[in-house]
């Protein structure tokens, strides 16, 4: 196995592990993520290591081909100040809608949500 396809393993397992960390911080606080929300995909301010999208990179070798990864790097170099390449819109305003990537995506996609808290009087803050 290749220096990166390591890298790549490691870091899933990092990210699965993360994973149930804040599903149970959700789940104790109460902060579900709504169903078919798309709301956080949407910002501009998002941004990933090139580390943490090696999973992403090789899942889309392997599940779609040197061709689909050639037109992603197309719109990127096209498009830089767009939302994520990712990101399919279900609605027009694009709040519903679902990642493309989910089971590969960066790190700071699996924490969307913790910048949220309950406040004294248990609100949403
Ligand atoms: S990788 Fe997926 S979860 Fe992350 S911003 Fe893009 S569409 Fe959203």
């Known amino acids: 196995m290749n220096l990166n396809k390591e890298i790549s393993k490691h870091i899933e397992s990092i ?42 990179a090789f899942r889309l070798l392997n599940d ?26 279900n609605s027009e305003d694009g709040t519903k809608g679902y990642c493309m990537n989910y089971s590969t995506r960066p790190a700071v996609c699996r924490s969307f949500g913790v910048a949220a808290y309950r406040d004294k009087n248990g609100g949403k803050t």
């Open 15 to 56: 990210f699965e592990e993360s994973a149930k960390t804040f599903s149970s911080y959700q789940l104790t606080k109460e902060l579900p993520c709504l169903s078919g929300c798309g709301a956080c995909c949407l910002s501009q301010e998002i941004s990933a290591s090139t580390s943490e999208m090696l999973p992403s």
């Open 64 to 89: 779609e081909g040197i061709e689909r990864v050639e037109e992603l790097l197309d719109e990127l170099e096209g498009t830089p100040s767009k939302t994520c390449v990712f990101y399919h819109r």
